[in-house]
């Protein structure tokens, strides 16, 4: 089982252009979230959605967008890139969101650099 | 506002015992989990402890309390492959995660 993939692995990106990081399930798992990861800091969650169809905004939603069209794939867009969307991103899933045993399973992760 | 805090950065022997601490001030509690992350790579889950006590798992173990706000992570036998963050992390009353910044342990021969 692959788990959770993304893609691409890493990507430099100049300032203003857009840009979709994939990420793609396929353990049937019901939640999927978006977080950027900075030195120093803990993860922040950007965006996630509970269920296919929905979507919630995290703690760092501004400049970024999702949709869940289905239950696999998650995708997020930059529509504008800015240096300080240098990071990395990584995708997670989750089989029931607020469960008592919820946890999150992450994927590899993307390094993107904003120039 | 919410906060998680843990020490920056640890070091221990091989063989030896360390552990982790971990304190949070957050709006709720639905549960606290322990992740590990090699340098490079993905987090990968530890523990999950939502009641107060010790859960065991192995080398490892995970203590809460929840009146005091308070985790540790407990790592026995250290073994070169143990270098590596951990994060604590808690589910707050919206069921998000709330992390804190890791641990990072660095093991020594």
């Known amino acids: 089982t692959a788990g959770i993939t993304q893609a691409p692995t890493s990507q430099i990106l100049a300032a203003g252009r857009s840009m979709t990081l994939r990420c793609t399930q396929d353990?049937?798992?019901?939640?999927m979230y978006w977080y950027r990861q900075d030195l120093g800091l803990g993860l922040r969650l950007i965006h996630y959605?509970?269920?296919?169809?929905?979507?919630g905004k995290g703690e760092v939603p501004d400049g970024y967008s999702v949709s869940r069209a289905n239950t696999d794939d998650f995708p997020l867009t930059l529509a504008s890139a800015v240096p300080s969307q240098t990071s990395v991103y990584f995708c997670a899933s989750s089989e029931l969101p607020g469960g008592r045993t919820d946890t999150q399973y992450f994927g590899p992760g993307t390094r993107l650099t904003v120039l | 506002g919410q906060n998680i805090d843990q020490p920056t950065e640890m070091t221990a022997t091989e063989g030896a015992i360390v552990q982790i601490n971990c304190t949070y001030q957050t709006s709720g509690f639905n549960g606290l989990f322990w992740y590990q992350q090699h340098a490079g790579e993905a987090p990968t889950f530890l523990s999950y402890?939502?009641l107060d006590g010790l859960e065991e798992k192995g080398r490892f173990s995970s203590f809460l309390s929840r009146s005091k706000g308070y985790s540790y992570l407990l790592l026995k036998e250290l073994q070169m492959k143990d270098s590596a963050s951990y994060l604590c992390?808690?589910?707050?009353?919206?069921?998000?995660?709330?992390w804190g910044a890791g641990t990072k342990l660095i093991i020594k021969p």
């Open positions: 992390a808690v589910r707050d009353s919206n069921y998000q995660l709330i």
């Open positions: 353990m049937r798992h019901n939640a």
């Open positions: 959605s509970n269920t296919a169809g929905t979507t």
């Open positions: 402890n939502v």
